[in-house]
Protein backbone atom coordinates (compact mmCIF):
# COMPACT_ATOMS: atom_id res chain seq x y z
CA UNK A 1 0.00 0.00 0.00
CA UNK A 2 2.56 2.59 1.22
CA UNK A 3 5.58 1.12 -0.80
CA UNK A 4 4.19 2.84 -3.69
CA UNK A 5 5.53 5.95 -1.86
CA UNK A 6 8.52 5.10 -0.82
CA UNK A 7 9.99 3.54 -4.28
CA UNK A 8 8.48 7.12 -5.90
CA UNK A 9 11.65 9.66 -6.73
CA UNK A 10 12.85 11.35 -3.26
CA UNK A 11 15.65 13.52 -3.28
CA UNK A 12 14.17 16.19 -0.08
CA UNK A 13 14.64 15.36 3.24
CA UNK A 14 12.27 17.57 4.71
CA UNK A 15 9.45 16.75 1.91
CA UNK A 16 7.84 13.19 1.05
CA UNK A 17 7.17 11.89 -2.01
CA UNK A 18 3.51 11.53 -3.38
CA UNK A 19 4.02 10.21 -6.79
CA UNK A 20 6.04 10.56 -9.41
CA UNK A 21 7.41 14.61 -9.89
CA UNK A 22 4.99 15.42 -6.93
CA UNK A 23 6.45 16.33 -3.36
CA UNK A 24 4.07 17.23 -0.81
CA UNK A 25 5.89 19.59 2.53
CA UNK A 26 4.45 20.09 6.14
CA UNK A 27 4.34 23.34 7.13
CA UNK A 28 3.51 23.38 10.81
CA UNK A 29 0.35 21.65 10.35
CA UNK A 30 -0.63 21.92 7.17
CA UNK A 31 0.64 20.94 3.50
CA UNK A 32 1.48 22.54 0.52
CA UNK A 33 2.89 20.34 -2.67
CA UNK A 34 6.01 20.53 -5.33
CA UNK A 35 4.74 19.40 -8.67
CA UNK A 36 7.52 19.03 -11.73
CA UNK A 37 6.80 18.54 -15.10
CA UNK A 38 8.82 16.15 -17.85
CA UNK A 39 10.10 19.39 -19.06
CA UNK A 40 11.72 19.75 -15.47
CA UNK A 41 9.77 23.49 -14.65
CA UNK A 42 7.89 23.00 -11.68
CA UNK A 43 5.22 24.74 -9.86
CA UNK A 44 4.28 25.45 -6.10
CA UNK A 45 0.64 24.11 -5.00
CA UNK A 46 -0.16 26.31 -1.88
CA UNK A 47 2.35 28.22 0.47
CA UNK A 48 2.19 26.91 4.30
CA UNK A 49 2.08 29.48 7.30
CA UNK A 50 3.46 32.43 7.64
CA UNK A 51 6.95 31.59 8.46
CA UNK A 52 7.63 28.66 6.17
CA UNK A 53 9.88 30.14 3.21
CA UNK A 54 12.85 29.25 4.76
CA UNK A 55 11.78 25.55 4.79
CA UNK A 56 10.55 26.12 1.32
CA UNK A 57 13.22 27.62 -0.23
CA UNK A 58 15.85 24.74 1.35
CA UNK A 59 13.20 21.93 -0.22
CA UNK A 60 13.40 24.05 -4.09
CA UNK A 61 17.32 23.82 -3.36
CA UNK A 62 16.99 19.75 -2.96
CA UNK A 63 14.57 18.92 -5.38
CA UNK A 64 15.57 21.89 -8.23
CA UNK A 65 18.72 23.04 -7.85
CA UNK A 66 17.30 26.16 -6.47
CA UNK A 67 15.23 27.05 -9.59
CA UNK A 68 12.26 29.29 -9.38
CA UNK A 69 9.15 27.60 -10.17
CA UNK A 70 6.52 28.71 -13.65
CA UNK A 71 3.89 30.10 -11.35
CA UNK A 72 2.09 29.69 -7.74
CA UNK A 73 -1.10 28.16 -7.65
CA UNK A 74 -3.60 28.52 -4.71
CA UNK A 75 -6.37 25.83 -3.85
CA UNK A 76 -7.83 28.40 -1.97
CA UNK A 77 -6.57 31.66 0.04
CA UNK A 78 -7.06 30.75 4.11
CA UNK A 79 -3.87 32.24 6.20
CA UNK A 80 -2.42 28.79 6.49
CA UNK A 81 -2.10 27.89 2.62
CA UNK A 82 -0.62 31.39 1.49
CA UNK A 83 2.00 31.90 4.84
CA UNK A 84 4.85 32.49 2.36
CA UNK A 85 3.23 33.66 -0.77
CA UNK A 86 4.14 37.11 -0.62
CA UNK A 87 7.42 36.64 0.04
CA UNK A 88 7.79 33.72 -2.67
CA UNK A 89 5.96 35.63 -5.18
CA UNK A 90 8.19 38.81 -5.20
CA UNK A 91 11.44 36.69 -4.60
CA UNK A 92 10.66 34.53 -7.58
CA UNK A 93 8.79 37.19 -9.95
CA UNK A 94 5.99 34.82 -10.73
CA UNK A 95 2.15 34.72 -11.13
CA UNK A 96 0.10 33.33 -8.76
CA UNK A 97 -3.31 31.54 -10.03
CA UNK A 98 -6.95 31.43 -8.28
CA UNK A 99 -10.49 31.03 -9.03
CA UNK A 100 -12.37 34.09 -9.68
CA UNK A 101 -14.31 33.50 -6.34
CA UNK A 102 -11.30 33.01 -4.52
CA UNK A 103 -9.49 37.17 -5.70
CA UNK A 104 -11.52 38.75 -3.54
CA UNK A 105 -9.31 37.40 0.09
CA UNK A 106 -5.78 37.90 -2.22
CA UNK A 107 -6.03 41.62 -3.49
CA UNK A 108 -6.95 43.03 -0.10
CA UNK A 109 -11.26 43.48 -1.04
CA UNK A 110 -12.54 41.36 1.32
CA UNK A 111 -12.27 38.98 4.54
CA UNK A 112 -13.75 35.44 4.43
CA UNK A 113 -16.98 34.81 6.03
CA UNK A 114 -16.15 35.01 9.94
CA UNK A 115 -15.09 31.58 11.15
CA UNK A 116 -17.85 29.33 13.62
CA UNK A 117 -16.02 29.10 16.62
CA UNK A 118 -19.25 27.06 17.88
CA UNK A 119 -18.28 23.96 15.95
CA UNK A 120 -15.18 23.45 17.80
CA UNK A 121 -11.78 26.02 17.09
CA UNK A 122 -10.27 25.09 20.55
CA UNK A 123 -7.18 24.44 17.92
CA UNK A 124 -7.56 27.26 15.56
CA UNK A 125 -7.81 29.81 18.40
CA UNK A 126 -4.75 28.22 20.10
CA UNK A 127 -2.87 28.76 16.31
CA UNK A 128 -4.22 32.40 16.28
CA UNK A 129 -0.60 33.82 16.71
CA UNK A 130 -0.66 32.64 13.05
CA UNK A 131 -3.47 34.56 11.63
CA UNK A 132 -2.34 37.73 9.58
CA UNK A 133 -3.83 40.82 10.77
CA UNK A 134 -5.70 41.73 7.35
CA UNK A 135 -6.50 40.08 4.26
CA UNK A 136 -3.59 39.45 1.80
CA UNK A 137 -2.63 41.66 -1.07
CA UNK A 138 -0.56 40.28 -3.78
CA UNK A 139 -2.69 41.59 -7.05
CA UNK A 140 0.36 42.69 -8.61
CA UNK A 141 1.00 38.73 -9.01
CA UNK A 142 -2.53 37.42 -9.03
CA UNK A 143 -4.36 35.72 -12.38
CA UNK A 144 -7.13 34.43 -12.58
CA UNK A 145 -7.00 30.41 -13.48
CA UNK A 146 -7.71 29.94 -17.58
CA UNK A 147 -11.51 29.01 -18.06
CA UNK A 148 -10.70 25.77 -20.12
CA UNK A 149 -9.54 24.33 -17.01
CA UNK A 150 -6.24 23.94 -18.17
CA UNK A 151 -3.04 24.51 -15.10
CA UNK A 152 -0.89 27.42 -16.29
CA UNK A 153 2.55 25.41 -15.93
CA UNK A 154 1.49 21.42 -16.13
CA UNK A 155 0.14 20.72 -19.55
CA UNK A 156 -1.00 17.24 -18.22
CA UNK A 157 -3.04 18.69 -15.03
CA UNK A 158 -6.62 20.34 -15.22
CA UNK A 159 -8.80 22.35 -12.24
CA UNK A 160 -12.17 21.20 -10.64
CA UNK A 161 -13.55 23.96 -8.93
CA UNK A 162 -14.61 22.52 -5.79
CA UNK A 163 -16.23 24.76 -3.68
CA UNK A 164 -18.29 24.94 0.20
CA UNK A 165 -14.43 25.08 2.36
CA UNK A 166 -14.48 28.75 0.32
CA UNK A 167 -16.16 29.33 -2.74
CA UNK A 168 -13.07 29.60 -5.23
CA UNK A 169 -11.51 26.53 -3.78
CA UNK A 170 -10.17 24.11 -6.24
CA UNK A 171 -8.43 20.68 -6.88
CA UNK A 172 -5.75 19.77 -8.93
CA UNK A 173 -6.16 16.63 -11.27
CA UNK A 174 -3.66 14.52 -13.03
CA UNK A 175 -5.44 12.12 -15.69
CA UNK A 176 -2.55 10.29 -16.22
CA UNK A 177 -2.30 8.28 -13.10
CA UNK A 178 -5.38 10.07 -11.26
CA UNK A 179 -3.49 12.29 -8.60
CA UNK A 180 -5.23 14.76 -6.77
CA UNK A 181 -4.23 17.87 -5.12
CA UNK A 182 -7.45 17.86 -3.06
CA UNK A 183 -6.87 21.18 -0.50
CA UNK A 184 -9.06 21.04 2.38
CA UNK A 185 -12.21 20.06 -0.20
CA UNK A 186 -11.51 17.16 2.23
CA UNK A 187 -8.66 15.90 4.39
CA UNK A 188 -7.47 12.82 5.15
CA UNK A 189 -6.51 12.69 9.12
CA UNK A 190 -9.36 13.86 11.55
CA UNK A 191 -9.14 17.15 12.27
CA UNK A 192 -10.82 17.39 15.18
CA UNK A 193 -8.46 14.70 16.78
CA UNK A 194 -5.46 15.53 18.81
CA UNK A 195 -4.42 11.77 18.74
CA UNK A 196 -4.73 11.99 14.70
CA UNK A 197 -2.64 14.88 14.29
CA UNK A 198 -0.09 13.34 16.60
CA UNK A 199 0.16 9.78 15.40
CA UNK A 200 -0.41 11.16 11.58
CA UNK A 201 -3.39 8.48 11.20
CA UNK A 202 -4.41 8.62 7.87
CA UNK A 203 -8.31 8.88 7.14
CA UNK A 204 -10.62 10.59 4.68
CA UNK A 205 -12.32 13.54 6.82
CA UNK A 206 -14.99 16.61 5.52
CA UNK A 207 -13.15 19.99 5.27
CA UNK A 208 -12.05 21.64 8.45
CA UNK A 209 -15.43 22.73 10.39
CA UNK A 210 -14.17 25.93 11.85
CA UNK A 211 -13.66 27.58 8.41
CA UNK A 212 -16.24 25.94 5.89
CA UNK A 213 -18.97 28.60 5.22
CA UNK A 214 -21.18 26.16 2.77
CA UNK A 215 -21.96 22.77 3.55
CA UNK A 216 -24.62 22.24 0.62
CA UNK A 217 -21.57 22.87 -1.97
CA UNK A 218 -18.96 21.07 0.15
CA UNK A 219 -20.93 18.11 0.06
CA UNK A 220 -21.06 18.17 -4.12
CA UNK A 221 -17.02 19.06 -3.95
CA UNK A 222 -16.74 15.90 -2.58
CA UNK A 223 -19.10 13.86 -4.65
CA UNK A 224 -17.42 15.81 -7.45
CA UNK A 225 -13.79 14.78 -6.19
CA UNK A 226 -14.96 11.13 -5.37
CA UNK A 227 -16.76 10.97 -9.33
CA UNK A 228 -12.99 11.23 -10.81
CA UNK A 229 -11.97 8.50 -9.39
CA UNK A 230 -8.84 9.34 -7.87
CA UNK A 231 -6.07 6.92 -7.18
CA UNK A 232 -3.88 8.99 -5.10
CA UNK A 233 -5.16 11.82 -3.13
CA UNK A 234 -2.05 14.54 -1.63
CA UNK A 235 -4.71 17.05 0.72
CA UNK A 236 -4.04 20.54 3.06
CA UNK A 237 -3.98 18.13 6.26
CA UNK A 238 -3.01 14.56 6.35
CA UNK A 239 -0.54 11.93 4.57
CA UNK A 240 -1.36 10.93 1.21
CA UNK A 241 -4.25 8.23 0.82
CA UNK A 242 -4.62 5.91 -2.12
CA UNK A 243 -6.23 3.06 -3.70
CA UNK A 244 -9.35 0.98 -2.59
CA UNK A 245 -8.91 2.37 1.14
CA UNK A 246 -9.08 5.86 -0.35
CA UNK A 247 -12.31 4.86 -2.70
CA UNK A 248 -13.72 3.14 0.17
CA UNK A 249 -13.59 6.05 2.32
CA UNK A 250 -14.36 8.57 -0.15
CA UNK A 251 -17.78 6.53 -1.19
CA UNK A 252 -18.59 5.87 2.78
CA UNK A 253 -17.84 10.56 3.56
CA UNK A 254 -20.32 11.33 0.61
CA UNK A 255 -23.09 8.86 1.74
CA UNK A 256 -22.73 10.12 5.55
CA UNK A 257 -21.03 13.49 4.56
CA UNK A 258 -24.33 14.86 6.58
CA UNK A 259 -23.58 12.92 9.70
CA UNK A 260 -19.88 12.64 9.63
CA UNK A 261 -18.62 15.83 8.35
CA UNK A 262 -20.96 18.67 8.70
CA UNK A 263 -21.00 20.01 12.51
CA UNK A 264 -24.64 18.86 14.39
CA UNK A 265 -24.85 22.93 14.84
CA UNK A 266 -23.11 26.15 14.18
CA UNK A 267 -23.72 29.13 12.15
CA UNK A 268 -22.99 27.60 8.38
CA UNK A 269 -25.14 24.40 8.87
CA UNK A 270 -28.36 25.90 7.68
CA UNK A 271 -27.47 28.24 5.65
CA UNK A 272 -24.26 29.22 3.56
CA UNK A 273 -22.43 32.56 3.35
CA UNK A 274 -23.05 34.16 0.14
CA UNK A 275 -19.76 35.44 -1.89
CA UNK A 276 -19.08 36.24 -5.19
CA UNK A 277 -16.36 37.92 -6.98
CA UNK A 278 -16.26 40.97 -5.19
CA UNK A 279 -16.01 39.39 -1.85
CA UNK A 280 -18.93 38.49 0.61
CA UNK A 281 -22.02 39.44 0.03
CA UNK A 282 -24.36 38.36 3.29
CA UNK A 283 -23.49 35.78 5.86
CA UNK A 284 -26.10 33.79 8.33
CA UNK A 285 -26.19 35.53 11.82
CA UNK A 286 -23.70 33.98 14.90
CA UNK A 287 -25.39 31.40 16.38
CA UNK A 288 -26.30 31.03 20.09
CA UNK A 289 -22.71 30.25 20.93
CA UNK A 290 -20.61 32.63 19.52
CA UNK A 291 -22.51 35.19 20.45
CA UNK A 292 -20.76 35.51 23.88
CA UNK A 293 -17.42 34.88 22.71
CA UNK A 294 -17.33 37.65 20.72
CA UNK A 295 -18.42 40.05 23.23
CA UNK A 296 -15.81 38.52 25.29
CA UNK A 297 -13.39 38.73 22.87
CA UNK A 298 -14.00 42.52 22.21
CA UNK A 299 -13.98 43.17 25.60
CA UNK A 300 -17.43 45.10 25.14
CA UNK A 301 -18.60 43.19 28.26
CA UNK A 302 -16.67 45.21 30.59
CA UNK A 303 -17.47 48.59 28.79
CA UNK A 304 -21.24 48.07 28.76
CA UNK A 305 -21.96 44.99 31.59
CA UNK A 306 -25.54 43.95 31.72
CA UNK A 307 -27.63 45.76 29.25
CA UNK A 308 -25.27 44.41 27.05
CA UNK A 309 -25.64 40.51 28.43
CA UNK A 310 -29.41 40.87 28.41
CA UNK A 311 -29.27 41.88 24.85
CA UNK A 312 -26.92 39.14 23.79
CA UNK A 313 -29.33 36.16 25.77
CA UNK A 314 -32.48 38.28 23.62
CA UNK A 315 -30.89 37.75 20.68
CA UNK A 316 -29.68 34.67 21.68
CA UNK A 317 -33.34 33.09 22.08
CA UNK A 318 -34.35 35.22 18.79
CA UNK A 319 -31.46 33.07 17.10
CA UNK A 320 -32.68 29.77 18.31
CA UNK A 321 -36.04 30.29 17.41
CA UNK A 322 -34.91 31.39 13.75
CA UNK A 323 -32.78 28.61 13.38
CA UNK A 324 -35.46 26.23 14.83
CA UNK A 325 -37.58 27.96 12.34
CA UNK A 326 -35.13 27.41 9.14
CA UNK A 327 -34.42 23.59 10.30
CA UNK A 328 -38.51 23.16 8.94
CA UNK A 329 -37.18 24.48 6.15
CA UNK A 330 -36.22 23.10 2.73
CA UNK A 331 -32.64 24.00 3.37
CA UNK A 332 -31.89 26.49 0.49
CA UNK A 333 -28.38 25.43 -0.76
CA UNK A 334 -29.84 21.72 -1.44
CA UNK A 335 -30.82 22.83 -4.60
CA UNK A 336 -33.93 21.01 -4.37
CA UNK A 337 -31.39 17.72 -5.12
CA UNK A 338 -32.10 15.20 -2.84
CA UNK A 339 -29.51 14.74 0.22
CA UNK A 340 -27.88 11.54 0.78
CA UNK A 341 -27.39 10.61 4.55
CA UNK A 342 -29.26 11.83 7.29
CA UNK A 343 -30.40 14.87 6.91
CA UNK A 344 -29.12 17.30 10.58
CA UNK A 345 -31.31 17.70 13.09
CA UNK A 346 -30.59 21.39 15.28
CA UNK A 347 -33.15 21.58 18.30
CA UNK A 348 -32.74 18.95 20.05
CA UNK A 349 -28.69 19.78 21.33
CA UNK A 350 -28.44 23.47 21.12
CA UNK A 351 -29.66 24.28 25.06
CA UNK A 352 -27.02 21.62 26.62
CA UNK A 353 -24.25 22.67 24.19
CA UNK A 354 -21.17 24.07 26.02
CA UNK A 355 -18.74 25.27 23.48
CA UNK A 356 -15.81 24.93 26.26
CA UNK A 357 -16.80 21.37 25.96
CA UNK A 358 -15.61 20.87 22.54
CA UNK A 359 -12.11 18.70 22.48
CA UNK A 360 -11.78 19.98 18.69
CA UNK A 361 -7.97 20.61 17.85
CA UNK A 362 -8.19 21.68 14.58
CA UNK A 363 -5.93 22.58 12.87
ZN1 LIG B 1 -8.81 26.08 4.46
ZN1 LIG C 1 -6.22 24.25 5.49
Redesign the pocket.
Known sequence: METSYRTAPHASKEAFAVAPGVWGLKTVF?NLYFVASPDGSWVLVDAGVYGAAPKIRKVVDELFGGKRPKAILLT?G?F??IGALKELAREWEVPVYAHPLEMPYLNGKSSYPPPDPSVGGGGMAYMSFLYPKKPIDVSEYLELLPTDGSVPGLPDWRWVHTPGHTAGHVSFFRESDRLLLA??AF?TRDGESMLAVMTQKREVHGP?KY?TSDWGSAHRSVEKLMELNPGIAAT??GLPMEGGLLMRQLEELVKDFWSVAVPGQGRYVHEPAIADEQGVLSVPPATDNTIPKVIAATGIVALAGVALVAYARRSGQDNRRKQQERAMRVRPFSHNRPLQGIPPTVAATLDEDDPQAHTNNY?
Open positions: VHHDHGDIPYGHP
